[in-house]
């Protein structure tokens, strides 16, 4: 449905056809976004425990410069609760395409499990509720019955997901995006009923940072081999499959390439859309991504691609996931080990009492002997000479 103004395009978009999609484009249930890697928290719950906390601002533009396409915002936090296993975030968004609008608001926990030092379960769940609008006045027959049948006012939303991390650089998510049935209305409900696995995304990811090195540094006089710290990681990949049993299911996947710590370019690639390039850096505790999606287009230059942007904030310091802490059992806090020196008697507690105080004597190391016999001589010697006057002891030498 389009009308022609000199040389330039103008589409009026009846709001069910944003819904279904231009041609061979699969329709969704939920919003698209390109910066996922960036901010994965946007299609799991279970993200929100991260070990930083995190803002972000996300605006995506469909087929822009045409009248009516599809567009969506998002303002969403999440952290780590530092030193516990829990984590929250809050998400708004407002989805826009043509005549109809869907906002959204939904608070979410997620807690993790560890199942050794190395891996760690989350869990995630979102609760809140949408509105749906629709604005009758830009209608060019506000008495189709498919602006009546649409359903419009409050009603509950939420999502439930899983994501499994490794400290080896691997994650795996499971997402359940819709508890509690379609925001969006399509022919199929009216055959069947909703359920929330009607519709999943599954996700994939790898980022591993390169390990400390041995740096070897020659100075003037000397030469020292220091440790050098952790740098980023070079090269990380994502990847998502959105499951729909109502709809066209969907793959797409991304490759991230760290020029640096600030500074990125990514290669995405969606399903029945193409290519998405996208860049961004970070400086400081701002961050910053931009990606462009030429996609499929009804006809060649109907508009200038789909944009999205988003802008970010990492607040505060790391925040540290608690795991169990070890118990040290020791035997020696509970009792007492006596050892008893060799030729040493055994006595009991009472004869040790009732046994005089005896005085502190000192010994002399004098001569290692090979036989008693010597030893014997110069114990003799030495005890004959005990009882000799003090004045002449002190005087006298030991011959041995």
């Known amino acids: 449905m389009f009308k022609r103004t000199g040389n330039r395009q103008v589409a009026i978009i009846f709001p069910l056809l944003s819904l ?32 930083y906390a995190y803002g972000f601002a996300n605006y995506r533009k469909q087929w822009l410069n045409v009248e009516g396409a599809p567009s969506v915002a998002t303002l969403n936090y999440n952290t780590l609760i530092d030193h516990t296993r829990s984590g929250f975030g809050v998400k708004l968004s ?29 869990f995630g769940i979102s609760g809140g509720a949408s509105s749906n609008t629709i604005d009758v006045n830009k209608a060019t027959d506000p008495n189709d ?27 795996l998510g499971a997402a359940l995006p819709q508890l509690f049935g379609n925001v969006y209305p399509t022919n199929q409900l009216s055959t069947r009923g909703f359920t929330p696995f009607d519709n999943m995304i599954f996700s994939f990811s790898y980022r591993k940072e390169l390990e400390n090195k041995i740096v070897k540094r020659t100075g003037r006089t000397a030469r020292s ?12 990949f994502y990847g998502l499959y959105k499951y729909s049993s109502l709809l066209s299911s969907q793959y797409e996947a991304v490759a991230k390439y760290n020029l640096s710590d600030n500074f990125w370019m990514g290669l995405g690639y969606r399903q029945n859309y193409g290519v998405i390039p996208s860049f961004g850096f970070s400086w400081d505790q701002f961050i910053f991504c931009y990606s462009y999606e030429p996609g499929i287009q009804p006809e060649r230059g109907f508009s200038t691609g789909s944009h999205e942007l988003q802008v970010g904030l990492r607040l505060g310091g790391e925040r540290m996931f608690k795991f169990k802490e070890p118990s040290l059992r020791s035997t020696l806090k509970n009792q007492s080990i006596h050892h008893d020196p060799r030729f040493r008697e055994r006595t009991t507690d009472q004869e040790e009492a009732a046994r005089p105080e005896e005085k502190k ?13 010597h030893a014997g001589k110069t114990n003799s010697t030495t005890s004959s000479h005990s009882k000799q006057p003090k004045h002449r002891k002190q005087t006298r030498k030991l011959k041995i």
Do not use: C
């Open 20 to 51: 279904l999609g231009w041609h061979q484009l699969p329709a969704q249930n939920y919003s698209l976004y390109n910066s996922f890697y960036i901010n994965p928290y946007l299609y799991n719950p279970a993200e929100a425990a991260t070990n």
């Open 94 to 122: 407002s989805y826009n395409r043509g005549l109809l609008n869907t906002s959204e608001a939904l608070l979410t926990y997620a807690y993790g499990v560890p199942l050794s030092l190395n891996n760690v379960l989350y």
């Open 145 to 171: 019955p498919a602006l009546a049948s649409y359903p419009s006012g409050m009603r509950p939303s939420a999502n439930f997901g899983m994501r499994w991390a490794s400290s080896s650089g691997i994650s």
């Open 225 to 236: 081999k220091p440790k050098s710290a952790a740098h980023y990681a070079p090269l990380e």
């Open 361 to 373: 004597r000192f010994y002399v190391y004098v001569k290692a002997f090979a036989d008693f016999s």
